[in-house]
Each structure stands twice: as C-alpha cells, then as structure tokens.
T-cell receptor, first 116, second 116 residues
Framework: AQKITQTQPGMFVQEKEAVTLDCTYD???????LFWYKQPSSGEMIFLIY??????QNATEGRYSLNFQKARKSANLVISASQLGDSAMYFC?????????????FGSGTRLQVQP | DAGVIQSPRHEVTEMGQEVTLRCKPI?????LFWYRQTMMRGLELLIY????????DSGMPEDRFSAKMPNASFSTLKIQPSEPRDSAVYFC??????????????FGPGTRLLVL
C-alpha cells in the first residue's frame, strides 16, 4: 500500500482564489511528521509547511495552512489568495517516527496551475 | 547562510562512464540525504547519513551506486558504470535534529543526469 497518496495529478485555480491540495497517508505509527514541498518549473524543492502528529492545532505559514484530520489520515494543503507564482508541483511527504528512520516518503505530487 | 550546494547542476554522459555527484550540506546539519526523482518512480530515498555515517542505504539500486561522506561538509554519490536508466534528477538534502519530528530537510538544486 502506498504510504502517501495524492489523488489530484493536476489542479487549476483562478488567481486570488483559495485551493486545497489533497494528501492522505498510511502509517501505524503514533508519532510522525507531515511535510509539504513546492517544486517550481526550475526544479528546486522548497519546504512549505510541517505538521506533527501530536500538534493540536493546524499548522499555518503565511498563505499556507494544513488541514490536518488525524482520524481520517489526511493532511491537505490549503493555499489562500493564489498567485501566479504558486504554479508548481506540490509534494506531500511523511516521516514516520517509531522506527527512528529519518528519511521522507513522498507522494506522487499535484501540479497546480494558477490562471489569471 | 548558504543552502545545500550540489555540483554539477547538469551532467550528460555516455553509458558505461563513471559519474560523480557532489553535495555540500548546510553548515551544522548532521543528516544528509540523497534522493532520486524520475517520472516513473517519483522521489525516492537512495541513502542517508548521520554524522558522516551511512544509516540507511536500502534505496541504493545496486552495486553500481556508492555514496561516501568523508567529512561533515562533503558527500559524493558515484555511479559506475552508468546506464541510461540512471537518468534522473538527483537531490541532496540536509537537516539537523529538531524537536518532535520537525527535522525539516532542505534540498539542494539537484543534479540533472542524462546517460546516453
């Protein structure tokens, strides 16, 4: 079974509107971390936001927020007031805690296109 | 502070040749990761180090791949001999031990490898 599932290969959004990118995960660990990265066409991986499994509040970073629903094992990224520069690939990733393994497992990504 | 530095940024080589990719992590980070990104397999871990010691090399495809970290500020990933199926973007990332599971990995710009 896939550990991280991103079901939206591509998304379109109008400039200035909000958009939600879906991410579901699969783990039996109680402790884990969830991350979102942005990959623009230039190719670099840019860290956006982090959510810990024990964090009681949803994470926010500027226009980015994470809608964390632990019981549903979902960690959706919400981008408010979309900008043209938000057009990129977005990856959800997880670090599982029980094994002590530090590596991230990534989803397949969602390509977001912001239209003027 | 400079981010993760990778060289070369682009490499084109012929099948059978040796390829060496280089990485300088962020100063003070004690974890270093090598990931590979392909269209077919997405982003996957190859190997990671902690304090210059390889911890998990389960993602290294085969004996043709080797990685070293001779000191805290330098790592190499070597492919010998290279094959066309090794064509991919190779990312180096580094992190330091954080609170909880927020050990954010910061990625270098990647090396785009093409094996003809």
């Amino acid at each position: 079974a896939q550990k991280i599932t991103q079901t939206q290969p591509g998304m379109f959004v109008q400039e200035k509107e909000a958009v939600t990118l879906d991410c579901t995960y699969d783990t039996s660990d109680q402790s884990y971390g969830l991350f979102w990265y942005k990959q623009p066409s230039s190719g670099e991986m840019i860290f956006l936001i982090y959510q810990g499994s024990y964090d009681e509040q949803n994470a926010t970073e500027g226009r980015y927020s994470l809608n964390f629903q632990k019981a549903r094992k979902s960690a959706n990224l919400v981008i408010s007031a979309s900008q043209l520069g938000d057009s990129a690939m977005y990856f959800c990733a997880m670090r599982e805690g029980n094994t002590g393994r530090r590596a991230l497992t990534f989803g397949s990504g969602t390509r977001l296109q912001v239209q003027p | 502070d400079a981010g993760v530095i990778q060289s070369p940024r682009h490499e084109v080589t012929e099948m059978g040749q040796e390829v060496t990719l280089r990485c300088k992590p962020i100063s003070g980070h004690d974890y270093l990761f090598w990931y590979r990104q392909t269209m077919m397999r997405g982003l996957e871990l190859l190997i990671y180090f902690n304090n210059n010691v390889p911890i998990d090399d389960s993602g290294m495809p085969e004996d043709r791949f080797s990685a070293k970290m001779p000191n805290a500020s330098f790592s190499t990933l070597k492919i010998q001999p290279s094959e066309p199926r090794d064509s991919a973007v190779y990312f180096c990332a580094s992190s330091s031990l954080g609170t909880g599971y927020q050990e954010t990995q910061y990625f270098g710009p990647g090396t785009r490898l093409l094996v003809l």
